[in-house]
């Protein structure tokens, strides 16, 4: 089993940039589909992005697209989320995940067996 802890929340001004990581320790993250989701007050958990074992491929839901990059480093053991030009609306808990990989690089909450502890991102406008 796998546990991840993330970092790098934060306050940050509307436009600004904020980097969260995750670093996995148990299992090797390079045997792990990895993907970070957000959750805002009151409001279901939404897929962020997702990047598959190595690296090769991601996936971004749309309202980040252009703005966030999700990368890996196995080696290191860690998952990356760089995040530009924020808006309030990013505001929300940041959860980094782990999963079975599949064919494709899944978007599903369900698809994703272990999740870190969160690291709160605010975004003031």
């Known amino acids: 089993q796998v546990q991840l802890v993330e970092s790098g929340g934060g306050l940050v001004q509307a436009g600004g940039s904020l980097r969260l990581s995750c670093v996995a320790s148990?299992?090797?993250?390079?045997?792990?589909?990895m993907a970070w989701f957000r959750q805002a007050p009151e409001k279901e958990r939404e897929f962020v992005a997702a990047v598959s074992t190595s690296g090769g491929s991601t996936r971004y839901a749309d309202s980040v697209k252009g703005r966030f990059t999700i990368s890996r480093d196995n080696a290191k053991n860690t998952v990356y989320l760089e995040m530009n030009s924020l808006k309030a609306e990013d505001t929300a808990v940041y959860y980094c995940?782990?999963?079975?990989?599949?064919?494709?690089?899944?978007?599903?909450?369900?698809?994703?067996?272990?999740w870190g502890q969160g690291t709160q991102v605010t975004v003031s406008s």
């Open positions: 148990g299992r090797t993250l390079s045997s792990y589909t």
């Open positions: 995940a782990a999963g079975i990989p599949r064919r494709t690089v899944v978007v599903g909450t369900g698809d994703y067996p272990y």
